[in-house]
């Protein structure tokens, strides 16, 4: 019955550990997802990253090669997929979702395409036909076809500009292909009769004192043999402003962050048009030398950071976000969010405090050991201290019990004449030691007091013949 039993609960604990192994493992895709994602210009979408495990995975989201961090105000990390509020067409490019636990851990390559429909239906003028003509025959050279490419994507982010009455606009549409592509410019579907200037002239639009009938969308059309692509501008023109910006809402506010963490300050602007925002952190005096420059301001240095893109939002403000990625001891301090357009600035300043890092505190603790004392010092001080301090008692003890105690010294008083009625009052005499009472015989008194070495005893004779007595001891 007992070894039964006994072999029951091994088989027990067997099964429930094989259980336990065989729940837990590495991150794994729940179902097929699609590689390519596409989205819609202004609208929100969300990659999808359907992925399980035990332990729970940790999940980090990689775009064209930079992690996906909190200061990115439009993403959004969710548990198993990753959203993107207003996409723009900067938002297109390759992602990765890259899942890890203890176990092991996996990666989702996606590839997002921004869809800009105005620019399909409306922005498609109609191919110029005197173009064409002469980009029919084949290279000469044999070299393959290559279809027009813009080269410098990065400066063609903005595409919707918001400009002031008066003011100037650059639209920039290089790009190259072989053969070598041309390029013409399209106002609202309508070709623009642009001056003959050098080819390279060509590549970039310029308009120069707006109107607000300069007001609409500007296409950039190239093309060669093998092909053709287009982007669209859209450029609003609106009256001078007659205020300068204002900052709503309570951001930026101060911030606690710990050593080696993301900390991030966000500032919203109000302005009738798309303001300028600039981040300042203040510098302490005398670390001035630290930064390449400075901007001094009511004698104040201040340093300028790098800023990310200003979006807009739909209640027409704008909002702005600074990350401080690996927080360190250097960068706590004050931070600065500058709104300005062209009738002025406003500011709003708001402190990050950076936590001590726990491993400098540690550093800092034992290299205050080991700077001090030898530790056979620390431990034989002490202990010296003590021994001088014994032999001395012992030194004291000794000579005491050498000497013995003092003997005891008698002091006898003179004789004198009391008065009957006086040698009836009582006498008493409070001490600390133990004395004998006073006793009388006749008129005359002796008086026998011991004490020790220290007693000082006197008596007072007065004419009219009595006697005071004052014993005064001191032990």
């Known amino acids: 019955m007992f070894p039964a039993r006994r072999r029951l609960t091994f088989l027990s604990v067997v099964w429930i550990l094989a259980v336990s192994c065989e729940a837990r493992g590495p991150p794994s895709v729940s179902r097929p997802v699609e590689n390519r994602q596409t989205a819609k210009l202004g609208h929100t979408v969300r990659l999808p990253c359907p992925v399980e495990g035990d332990p729970p995975p940790l999940v980090l989201w990689v775009k064209d090669g930079r992690n996906v961090n909190p200061g990115w105000s439009r993403y959004r990390v969710l548990r198993k997929s990753l959203r993107i509020k207003e996409v723009e067409l900067e938002d297109a490019g390759v992602y990765i979702c890259r899942v890890t636990n203890g176990f092991g851990s996996l990666a989702l390559n996606f590839t997002l395409i921004v869809i800009d429909d105005a620019a399909v239906v409306q922005s498609k003028p109609p191919l110029d036909t005197a173009v064409v003509e002469g980009l029919t025959q084949k290279d000469p050279t044999g070299e393959p076809w290559v279809k027009p490419r813009f080269s410098q994507p990065m400066k063609m982010r903005r595409r919707v500009l918001e400009q002031p009455v008066g003011s100037s606009v650059r639209l920039k549409c290089l790009a190259n292909g072989n053969p070598e592509p041309v390029i013409s410019w399209w106002k609202d ?19 120069k004192n707006l109107q607000p009938q300069d007001s609409a969308r500007y296409t950039c059309l190239v093309s060669n043999a093998a092909g053709h692509i287009n982007a669209t501008y859209r450029v609003d023109v609106i009256e001078r402003t007659n205020s300068k910006p204002i900052l709503t809402g309570t951001h930026p506010v101060n911030t606690t962050v710990e050593f080696g963490g993301t900390a991030s300050f966000q500032c919203k602007v109000h302005s009738d048009v798309k303001p300028v925002i600039q981040w300042l952190k203040r510098v302490d005096p005398g670390t001035e030398g630290r930064y390449n420059s400075t901007l001094e301001v009511g004698g104040q240095h201040y340093v300028v950071l790098p800023t990310g893109d ?3 939002r739909p209640d027409g403000s704008y909002l702005n976000k600074l990350a401080i990625v690996k927080a360190r001891d250097e ?33 800092v603790i034992s290299r205050h050991i080991s700077s001090g004392l030898p530790w056979p010092m620390i431990i034989g001080i002490p202990a010296a201290a003590l021994l001088i301090v014994g032999t001395i008692v012992l030194w004291l003890c000794h000579s005491r019990r050498r000497h013995g105690p003092l003997p005891p010294r008698t002091s006898t008083f003179r004789d004198h004449h009391i008065p009957d009625k006086d040698a009836s ?36 004779a007065h004419v009219e013949g009595k006697v005071h007595q004052h014993f005064h001891y001191k032990c």
């Open 425 to 460: 009052t009582p006498n008493t005499i409070s001490t600390d030691l133990t004395c004998q009472r006073l006793v009388g015989t006749g008129s005359k008194i002796y008086t026998k007091v011991y004490t020790d070495v220290h007693t000082h005893t006197h008596s007072h």
């Open 189 to 207: 579907q309508t070709p623009l009769a642009l001056p003959q200037k050098n080819r390279g002239a060509q590549w970039t639009l310029t308009l």
């Open 331 to 363: 960068d706590a301090g004050m931070y600065i969010c500058l709104g300005a357009n062209t009738m002025g600035y406003s500011v709003r300043s708001a402190y990050l405090t950076v936590l001590s890092d726990p491993k400098e505190e540690k550093d």
């Open 310 to 312: 200003v979006w807009s």
